[in-house]
């Protein structure tokens, strides 16, 4: 009943116009110093700080990353991958979870609806290195239905910024 009730107000967080300004400061330049958000949000350091350190302790900031250029660290070739699992159990589920989560080549993973299970996004140096992937890492997982890639020719709009 207790972990209830501590979801359920993890679910009902209140995000206010201050709020939005701060994590949208954020999403811009996660390196802003407090007091350069203080002074754009007309707010004093003090109360900034303490709605930044609420919303990381809420989850509504999960981490502060720096976003690379794929193409600029060796990893030229990007593919979504589409997979269907044969078995759609709870068990089977978990364990291609676990290896999609151990995948160094796998940088995105979202559960879909449709034909396909799960999209993959993966970032790897060159063909060669897809194929070595495809064939001796991805398709080897047990469960694997159906397996389609699509390569990316261009990115035309990459954002993580919400608001």
Not at 77 to 104: D, P, Q
Request: glycine share 4%; with cysteine; net charge neutral.
């Amino acid at each position: 009943m207790e972990k209830e009730a501590k979801k359920e107000n993890l679910t009902n967080i209140v995000i206010d116009d201050k709020d939005r300004a701060i994590l949208q400061l954020l999403q811009e330049n996660a390196k802003t110093t407090v007091r350069e958000i203080a002074h754009q949000v007309h707010l004093s350091p003090t109360p900034v700080h303490e709605r930044i350190k609420r919303m990381e302790d809420m989850g509504v900031i999960r981490q502060y990353a720096a976003l690379v250029d794929h193409s600029k660290v060796g990893k030229g070739l990007m593919v979504i991958c589409y997979v269907s699992l044969k078995e759609h159990n709870k068990r089977s589920g978990a364990k291609f979870i676990r290896l999609i989560n151990e995948l160094k080549e796998v940088i995105e993973c979202y559960n879909i609806s449709g034909e396909f299970d799960f999209m993959l996004k993966v970032a790897v140096e060159n063909m060669d290195a897809y194929y070595d992937f495809h064939v001796n890492k991805l398709s080897q997982a047990e469960n694997i239905g159906q397996l389609q890639s699509t390569f990316v020719m261009s990115v035309i709009k990459q954002t993580h910024q919400l608001l």
